[in-house]
């Protein structure tokens, strides 16, 4: 026997044990749903997304509920997770964000005729994304929207879902390169926030997803080959004593210290220089007393430094790539909390008493996100529009 069911303004017909579902035979949660859809641009989603799924799922008859669980699921995710996520260019930590049954909540919220409040419950689980969303809706029903803060903010909202997610089952440390400012998560809690120093525009610190492996007291500087062409060299041929007199040891390809005054120095230039430089640990020491070690194919550090004014600033863009952190005794306790015996004891006042460097293994699993969002949170929780330095797309 065939039965007309009403979905909406349409009809479809289904056999006896098709006659309801999770959606069909329940009007006033399809209409529910609908609205969502309609409605998704004050969500930063796209009604489009979904509009054609959700229409064609009409007209599917006995599949119309199966189609339309999936819709809501797919609109769901989307509010769980984000659209998709920030595109980084290293991506050496993968995450498996799937924090929520969201299929399982459909179903739960739907049968208690309540799909709003599943929105509401995706929204506030990050007061970030309800904040954006909050200062969306404003421009969006400004009466002259900002179109170009309108797009960052539709980007910021999915962006700051996909970290929520992330947070939530992981510790993570965070870095946003336009507003210079590193926060360290705990399960979602904010365990240390601080400024950094990051890449000038000539000189970008890249974005990236890793894993932190080790954190290394009284570092040396292994020195790039960028800088020790474009700047070292020039200086070294200026000044023979240039690199003995700022700490800079000169290894071969074996590793092996050589000494530059048995050499011939004037057969050397910027496409000629076939050592590696190494900086001596210290105080003055470009990385400073602490590193922050992950894998990163542009050798980027997260770690201390000797220029500790540079913090004062408000745009903070100085260094070769690398990140420097403002209180990088504290990261480092953070990251030992199960393997402090070094750090502990270790005398940042009078790091000349040891010979080298301290490598020490990070046990608890941490990552580390470098990621570019002009749209962020200052220590206040205030969202704020940061200028695009690096002139990203």
């Not at 989603?45 to 809501?72: I, W």
């Not at 997770?81 to 260019?89: D, N, Q, S």
């Not at 570019?372 to 940061?386: P, T």
Request: net charge positive.
């Amino acid at each position: 026997m065939l039965l007309l069911l009403a979905i909406g303004n349409k009809a479809i017909s289904q056999n006896d044990s098709l006659l309801t579902g999770v959606f069909v035979g329940y009007p006033d949660r399809i209409k529910t749903l609908d609205s969502l859809i309609q409605n998704a641009k004050s969500l930063a989603l796209n009604t489009n997304d979904y509009q054609d799924a959700y229409t064609k799922a009409l007209n599917a008859g006995a599949k119309a509920d199966s189609l339309l669980v999936k819709v809501a699921n797919q609109f769901f995710k989307n509010l769980a997770y984000g659209t998709k996520a920030p595109k980084l260019e290293f991506e050496g930590a993968h995450y498996n964000p799937g924090v929520y049954n969201v299929s399982s909540l459909v179903n739960e919220y739907a049968n208690n005729n309540n799909l709003a409040g599943l929105v509401t419950y995706f929204t506030q689980n990050s007061k970030e994304v309800a904040t954006i969303l909050d200062t969306l809706n404003f421009y969006q029903n400004a009466e002259k929207p900002n179109t170009a803060k309108i797009q960052l903010l539709n980007k910021a909202a999915n962006d700051f879902r996909w970290l929520s997610a992330l947070r939530q089952n992981n510790r993570i440390i965070i870095v946003n390169i336009p507003s210079a400012q590193l926060y360290a998560y705990d399960s979602n809690k904010v365990a240390l926030s601080m400024r950094v120093v990051l890449g000038r525009p000539g000189t970008r610190t890249n974005t990236l997803s890793s894993d932190v492996k080790k954190v290394v007291l009284n570092p040396y500087w292994h020195v790039p080959g960028s800088i020790i062409r474009n700047e070292m060299i020039p200086k070294f041929k200026n000044d023979k004593g240039y690199f003995a007199k700022n700490n800079y040891t000169i290894l071969n390809a074996q590793d092996k210290v050589v000494d530059l005054s048995t050499i011939d120095v004037s057969t050397f230039n910027e496409g000629n220089f076939p050592f590696t430089v190494r900086q001596g640990s210290g105080a003055s020491n470009s990385l400073g007393l602490l590193k922050v070690e992950f894998d990163s194919p542009s050798a980027i550090y997260l770690h201390d430094s000797p220029q500790k004014s540079l913090f004062k600033n408000a745009s903070r863009f100085y260094s070769h790539g690398c990140v420097r952190m403002e209180k990088p005794i504290d990261m480092g306790k953070w990251l030992l909390v199960n393997n402090s015996k070094e750090i502990d004891n270790f005398d940042f006042k009078k790091p000349g008493k040891y010979k080298g460097p301290k490598p020490q293994k990070v046990v608890v699993p941490t990552k580390v996100i470098i990621w570019y969002s002009l749209v962020d949170f200052d220590n206040n929780g205030q969202l704020k529009f940061y200028k695009n330095i690096y002139n990203k797309k």
